[in-house]
């Protein structure tokens, strides 16, 4: 297996999945801990972006194919980085769709990661069937929404897609909340990450969220979330996952 633990990340887009991941990632690496992200947004690989790592060109993308490692205990990998240029169009369909995130999951040389991070990318299509199936009964799902009641459906959406795939919904996270008092009492948002200047930066200049932290509600909220995803991810499924995907939305 890839890693220790396994967690998915998606939601609606635009609603924070890539820098739900990459907060995630960095905060667990200065923890100390082993952390891959497996960028499965084939065609809009954000997360080089996001940490100003270079193209490695298409040659790179052979079988066995080496994730970057920009930070100490921190590995990546993204079709980003294969790519001779950001603004390739990645048109393919289905079936290459699978093969190549089957490689980027069983064939690169990842190191011996504690967790592996995946940003999907948004809605239900070739890359949740590919990692589901893969992934069955061994991998947990962070779903990411804003406030809007379209992004919530969404995470409803997707989880209940998750929980048939028997991929655990650990619940929610809402992000870029603007409200001072967050939702904890709300069973289905696991946490509430604010609004955070720092971060709506970010995808305006390459490698930002290396160069600066966020403010520090922000920063004390991911703990809270880092902590939240290590327990539920620790204790497991305890309940038949459906069951579980209808109590993270009951009445929602
Ligand atoms: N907590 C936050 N505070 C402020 N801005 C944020 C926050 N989280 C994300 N953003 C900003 O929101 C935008 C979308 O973020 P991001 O790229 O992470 O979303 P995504 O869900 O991965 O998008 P996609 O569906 O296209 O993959 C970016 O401009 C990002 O900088
Ligand atoms: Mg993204």
Redesign the pocket.
Known sequence: MVAERILLVG????????????SLALHWAKKGKNVGILDA?LS?P?VPF?LGLPAQGVEALSDGVEPLRPVEGFEVLSMGLFLSNPWTPVSWRGPIRHVVLKQFLQNARWGALDILLI????GISEEHMTLSHLLSGRAFVLL?SDSSRLSLMEAKRLSTFFGHAKITPIGVVL???RRKRPRHSDPKILAT????????????REGAPLLGE?AEA?TNALGFLARRCLKAMQEGPKRPLTLQARLLFKGG
């Open positions: 939601g609606k887009g635009g609603t924070g999945k890539t820098t739900v991941v990459i947004n809009s954000d996001y940003d999907l990318p948004p990411v992000n870029k909340e990450l604010p609004f955070d200047q720092h971060l709506a930066r970010a995808s305006r966020p922000f």
